[in-house]
């Protein structure tokens, strides 16, 4: 008698970029294909993970570099807080798609992010 056998399962890995880069992952499936996407998707996560960590290391000299410090840096946080909750207020209020609110939030942060550090009174 002859018995069919079963087709081996295919071995899946866990795929940890498709949760944590979202649409960049799907943009990957889309373009490159699922076994691609995995392999770049994994690289882009050690690359990010590699350059947070050195940021972390080299801080003082990154700092130095942009010319940050204390104070241009709680601006620049406030500024990334206040970008996103206008892409909130313009999606709730009114009706922006996601990209419309994006645009428009980045666009008006810029402008102020501009004004605040061209105009302002130059020290003495």
């Known amino acids: 008698m002859i018995q ?3 087709p081996s399962r295919n071995i899946m890995a866990i795929n940890l970029a498709e949760p944590l880069l979202g649409g960049l992952y799907t943009l990957f499936v889309d373009a490159l294909g699922s076994t691609v996407a ?10 990010t993970i590699a350059f947070v960590y050195w940021v972390i290391t080299n801080w ?16 620049f946080l406030v500024l990334i807080g206040a970008t996103f909750a206008q892409v909130l207020v ?8 996601t990209t419309g609110a994006c645009i428009t939030a980045g666009a008006t942060s810029a402008y102020i992010w501009w004004q605040w550090y061209q105009l302002e ?3 003495v």
């Open 90 to 97: 313009y999606q709730a209020y009114f009706n922006f798609p």
């Open 38 to 47: 995995w392999w770049l998707g994994h690289i882009t996560l050690v690359a």
């Open 4 to 6: 069919e056998v079963k």
């Open 121 to 123: 009174p130059q020290k």
């Open 60 to 75: 003082q000299e990154v700092s130095y570099g942009l010319g940050l410090n204390g104070t241009r840096l709680v601006a």
